[in-house]
C-alpha cells in the first residue's frame, strides 16, 4: 500500500488567505473603455447652443426694444436694435389703458386656482389610475385620452350656454371651473407614477394602518412631488396666456391680463410700443416664477428622465 505524502512546503501550509487578485488581463475588464468618463462638448455644441440661446431670447430683447421706444422710431427703416429711454412712460400708458392692475390681480386668482385644482385632481387621478384596480379602469382611461383628441372650439358655444344658464356669466368662476382638471394632467401623473411608485410603499402603509387618504397624503404625494412641480408649471404658463375663453367668457370691464392687452391692440392704429410694454409686464411674473421656483422644476424634469 503506497502511501501519498503530501508535497506542500510548511509556508504553504500556514499561509494566511487574502484578498483575491484581481484579473487585469486584456478581455477581461468587467467595464468598457471610457465607462464613466465626462465627455467634453465641442465647438459645434458651443455654437448650436449659443444659436439656439440667442434665438430664444430675442423675442424678450425685442420686446424690451419696442417697449423702449416711441411709435415713430419703432416704424424706422432700419429698426432700432437697442433699447431707448421710454420704457418708463411706456410702461405707464399701458397700465393706464388697459387697467393692468386689475386685470394681473384676476388673472393671478384664475392662475393660482386652476393650477391649485389641476394638481390636487390630477394627481388622484393619475394615482387611482395607476395604481388601483377597479372595474373599467382601462375603459375609463382610453375615454380620458380620447378628450385630449376634441378640438376645444367644438365645446365654446354649450360651455357659453351652461355658464349663462348658472348665473356665471362674465364672471372669473366661468374661466376657472371648466378647467379645474387637464386630461393631459390625468395622462401625465398616471404616466409617472406608474414607474416612479412601487407597490411595496402603498402595501406598507396598508400594513401600518393607513388608509387610502393616509397613503395618498404621506405617500403619493412626496413621491410625485417632481411631476406636479412640472405639471403645476405647465399648467400655470397655460393659465395665464390663455385669451380665447376669457375673452368670451368674460366682460371687457373685468379681463384677464391678455384680453386687457388685447384692448390695447383694438384700435385702428394701434401704438405698438405701449402693446409691447403691455406684454412686458405681463411677462415678468412669470419670469418670476420660473426664477423661483427653476431649481425645483428642472429637478422634476431630470428625475422623470433618468430611470434605474
Not at 218 to 243: E, H, K
Not at 294 to 300: D, S, T
Amino acid at each position: 500500500m503506497t502511501t501519498t505524502t503530501s508535497t506542500a512546503t510548511a509556508p504553504d501550509r500556514h499561509r494566511v488567505p487574502g484578498p483575491a487578485v484581481r484579473d487585469v488581463r486584456p478581455g477581461r475588464r468587467r467595464f468598457k473603455p471610457g465607462a464613466g468618463r465626462q465627455h467634453h462638448a465641442g465647438p459645434f455644441a458651443y455654437v448650436a447652443l449659443a444659436v439656439v440661446g440667442i434665438g430664444s431670447l430675442f423675442p424678450l430683447y425685442w420686446t424690451l426694444v419696442t417697449a423702449s421706444r416711441t411709435q415713430d422710431e419703432v416704424l424706422d427703416t432700419p429698426p432700432p436694435l437697442l433699447p431707448g429711454g421710454n420704457l418708463l412712460n411706456n410702461l405707464q400708458a399701458a397700465w393706464e389703458q388697459a387697467n393692468l392692475g386689475k386685470a394681473i390681480v384676476n388673472t393671478v386668482i384664475v392662475s393660482a386656482s386652476i393650477t391649485a385644482a389641476t394638481l390636487l385632481f390630477c394627481t388622484l387621478a393619475g394615482y387611482a389610475f395607476a395604481k388601483m384596480r377597479f372595474r373599467g379602469r382601462g375603459a375609463l382611461m382610453t375615454a380620458v385620452i380620447a378628450t385630449l383628441t376634441i378640438p376645444p372650439q367644438l365645446s365654446v358655444v354649450p360651455l357659453f350656454m351652461m355658464m349663462s344658464d348658472i348665473g356665471w356669466g362674465g364672471q372669473l368662476e366661468s374661466v376657472i371651473f371648466p378647467t379645474l382638471v387637464s386630461a393631459f394632467g390625468v395622462f401625465f401623473m398616471r404616466q409617472y407614477l406608474l414607474e416612479a411608485l412601487p407597490y411595496e410603499l402603498i402595501e406598507a402603509g396598508r400594513m401600518d394602518g393607513a388608509n387610502n387618504l393616509r397613503i395618498v397624503w404621506s405617500v403619493v404625494l412626496p413621491v410625485a412631488r417632481p411631476a406636479m412641480m412640472v405639471l403645476g408649471m405647465l399648467t400655470f404658463v397655460q393659465a395665464w396666456n390663455d385669451f380665447f375663453w376669457p375673452y368670451l367668457a368674460l366682460n371687457q370691464q373685468d379681463p384677464t391680463l391678455q384680453v386687457a392687452l388685447g384692448q390695447l391692440s383694438a384700435s385702428y392704429v394701434p401704438d405698438q410700443s405701449i402693446v409691447m410694454a403691455g406684454a412686458l409686464i405681463s411677462t415678468l411674473p412669470l419670469l418670476v416664477v420660473f426664477v423661483i421656483f427653476g431649481k425645483q422644476i428642472v429637478g422634476g424634469i431630470m428625475s422623470g428622465a433618468v430611470k434605474g
